[in-house]
């Protein structure tokens, strides 16, 4: 494994729209390599966001994560992640997943067979980036002669990724994605049962996202990351919480309690610090590097805390 990640931070999906540029730019300044965009129904755009951190920064790598493959039709994906690429070559990534079945539901556009939709969704885009003319059903949609324009196409096609976490779906993406965007939490072990399940033959980048806390005083950082795993425990999160060592003991705790903000009050101060970076900088320095030796390219902090714009000045101790 690589014996270095790159580090990157998400922009929260609710950060007012008045910070988004500074925070992108202090990102920036602290020395993070990557800010990472979500698309969640009902806050922002992922492309929109991507473009307007993209033109406000000047190196700072930007990744997409994720973007649900069924609410945009494939030739105008390939569009919009062609513009990016041509505009701000070398800076962008993309992450396209299945989006959570609850909101693409509300939203009128979940898939009936949603991993070889998936599937054929990243190949159309990734066909239609190296210039081929598609004919034909792609996820759903009846192509005629759909090409991008050569003056249109990048130089090089931004890596795909695909934000996942299913066995079949990890699968899937060894096999059609230069890389894979797990969602929090991500623990050593669940990188390798993760990567195991993707196989993947050639070169692949696994993005890890974390809940993340840094303080001088480690029981400061804990309490500040506590909020934000009240809902682990849910069923989507199981492949997250199987491989851990202390899985059954984890499920008893979530289901003798009543509230999430009683199983959040009562997760063990050890277990905070495996399902969320949280403690000095030494401690998240250190297991950011245990990531990094399990697999992880690519480790992603999500700030913990009220205060997104000052918890980066904290989180940037670890850098």
Request: glycine content about 10%.
């Amino acid at each position: 494994m690589n014996s270095q990640s790159s580090i990157g931070v998400i922009l929260p999906r609710d950060l007012p729209a008045h910070q988004v540029l500074g925070y992108a730019q202090k990102a920036e300044r602290l020395g993070f390599d990557e800010l990472w965009v979500v698309e969640d129904l009902g806050f922002r755009g992922g492309f929109s966001q991507a473009g307007a951190v993209l033109a406000g920064t000047e190196n700072i790598g930007v990744g997409i994560g994720i973007l649900p493959a069924a609410s945009r039709n494939v030739a105008f994906a390939a569009m919009e992640i062609a513009t990016l690429g041509q505009l701000f070559p070398g800076r962008v990534a993309v992450g396209i997943g299945h989006g959570m079945p609850g909101w693409m539901r509300q939203a009128g556009c979940w898939p009936d067979r949603p991993l070889t939709f998936l599937s054929e969704y990243t190949q159309g885009v990734r066909a239609l980036l190296g210039g081929d003319t598609l004919n034909g059903t792609v996820a759903g949609a009846r192509l005629e002669d759909v090409r991008l324009e050569p003056s249109s196409l990048p130089e090089t096609s931004p890596p795909l990724l695909l934000g996942v976490r299913g066995p079949r779906s990890l699968a899937a993406s060894g096999q059609v994605a230069d890389g894979t965007v797990l969602a929090e939490p991500v623990t050593p072990e669940y990188v390798v049962a993760a990567r195991e399940q993707i196989a993947a033959q050639d070169a692949h980048r696994v993005v890890a996202y974390n809940l993340a806390a840094v303080d001088p005083d480690p029981d400061v950082a804990i309490a500040t990351a506590r909020p934000g795993l009240e809902w682990i425990g849910e069923p989507d999160w199981a492949p997250h919480l199987r491989p851990l060592p202390f899985a059954a003991e984890f499920a008893a705790l979530r289901a003798g309690c009543a509230t999430r903000q009683e199983f959040a009050e009562r997760l063990p101060a050890p277990w905070v610090q495996q399902l969320a970076l949280a403690g000095t900088p030494a401690q998240v320095r250190t297991r950011i590097d245990d990531l990094t030796a399990a697999g992880v390219t690519s480790n992603v902090l999500m700030p913990a805390g009220p205060d997104p714009l000052a918890a980066l000045e904290q989180l940037a101790t670890v850098l």
